[in-house]
């Protein structure tokens, strides 16, 4: 059976200050939506383990998209949310791919972690994949591999603007 292990982050305010922020919920639903009806076992981590706390602004009206919507009013999956295991607990080898979500927070507590660093090379170097979404990025910046390089060097890496060029004029 594969198994992919989500992170999310547990920061819930921008640095010091009073806003609010934590993971952009979408970008995890949509993620997971697209694997609840597979043979492939899902469990979700975050930095401190507990409540993940969720940024308000990707909850505002013109964000919340239809789906986004019905897990956010899904009581049974707003619980792995609310008791989530917290990343030192997590057994990467167990893994085929890790996936690291988006929201502002992870800017926060994924670029210096250890377990996330660890996880990803791990993962990697058994062959799995090492997937990211749009802030979730910052999860790779600081992972060295173990040849103590940068995990990113002289990787090919996808993005939103990299694909556009690629399905302008595939020269990419």
Known sequence: MTKIMIVNTSIDYFGNSEAPTGLWLSELVHFYDEFKNTNVKIDIF????????????????LMLDKMTKMYYRNERFMDLLHY????DQAQP???????????????????????????????????????????GIAALLNVIDTNG??????????????LKKFWQDETV
């Open 149 to 162: 390089n940068y995990f990113l060097q002289n990787k090919k890496s996808l993005g939103f603007q990299i």
């Open 84 to 87: 989530c295991q917290p990343i």
């Open 46 to 61: 975050n930095i401190t383990g507990g409540q993940t706390p969720i940024d308000p602004v990707s909850l505002n009206l």
């Open 93 to 135: 080898e167990n893994y085929d791919t890790i996936y690291f979500t988006g929201g502002h927070g992870v800017m926060y507590d994924f670029p210096e972690n250890k377990y996330i660093q660890n996880a990803v090379n791990i993962i990697y170097n058994k062959g799995g994949i090492v997937s990211a979404v749009c802030h």
